[in-house]
């Protein structure tokens, strides 16, 4: 049987195993210590030459914490955000209204469908938002107008049910703030093309 040539320009020794050991003769460089693949000029070892086949050098910890650092991106926290200001128009339903409260009107029953639907929207949204799809900032202005709407029957149905007005007007508060905030990101022409960028890139 023919002996196998090596290729010309590459010095490769096979180090001595046990007898029985069972485990194939790793080649090493010349001038290297047994098992060390033969390295390149550059000082890299070359993965061509591992009897495994390629391999993946060492991960040093900067890499790991850039790779931990990139799940946060503006894209994510931008989703978190969305799924979380949609949520929170179930606080306007009868569920979420203070103990004592009459929530038997027409008025909570109206307030109930359009939460539930603006909440279904935002979800929506936030699916496009993740997926990359161009529609999801369409989808959220249109939960946002329609969570909007839904404030004025809540205005009614927790006045006249009992509730507070300080305590309904920090909810329709907060809610509007919520939509002017969406609508600024996404209506403004240099910060929906920032938010588009941070989403599509």
């Known amino acids: 049987m023919a002996e196998p040539r090596l290729p010309l320009g590459r010095v490769v020794v ?25 390295a390149h000029p550059s000082g890299i070892p070359n993965p061509e030459h591992w009897p495994f086949g390629p ?43 203070t ?11 109206i307030t109930m469908m359009l939460a539930l ?4 929207g935002f979800l929506i949204a936030t699916w496009g938002l ?26 009614f149905a927790a006045i006249g049910g009992g509730e507070t007005a300080g305590t309904t007007a920090w909810n329709v508060f907060v809610h509007v703030l919520m939509v002017a905030g969406v609508a600024v990101l996404l209506l403004v022409p240099p910060l929906e093309r920032w938010v588009n960028q941070q989403v599509m890139g």
């Open 117 to 120: 639907l603006t909440v279904l």
């Open 14 to 38: 096979l180090s001595a195993m046990p007898t029985g050991s069972g485990k194939p003769a790793m080649p090493r460089s010349a001038e290297g210590p047994p098992g060390l693949p033969v």
């Open 130 to 155: 993740f997926a990359r799809w161009s529609w999801w900032e369409y989808a959220a202005l249109a939960s946002a107008a329609l969570g909007l709407v839904a404030l004025v029957p809540f205005w």
């Open 55 to 97: 391999f993946s050098p060492p991960r040093l910890p900067t890499t790991l914490l850039v790779e931990v650092m990139a799940m946060f991106t503006l894209r994510t926290l931008g989703g978190i955000a969305l799924l979380m200001a949609g949520s929170s128009w179930l606080w306007i339903t009868p569920s979420f209204a």
């Open 99 to 109: 103990r004592g409260v009459n929530t038997s009107s027409i008025w909570w029953n």
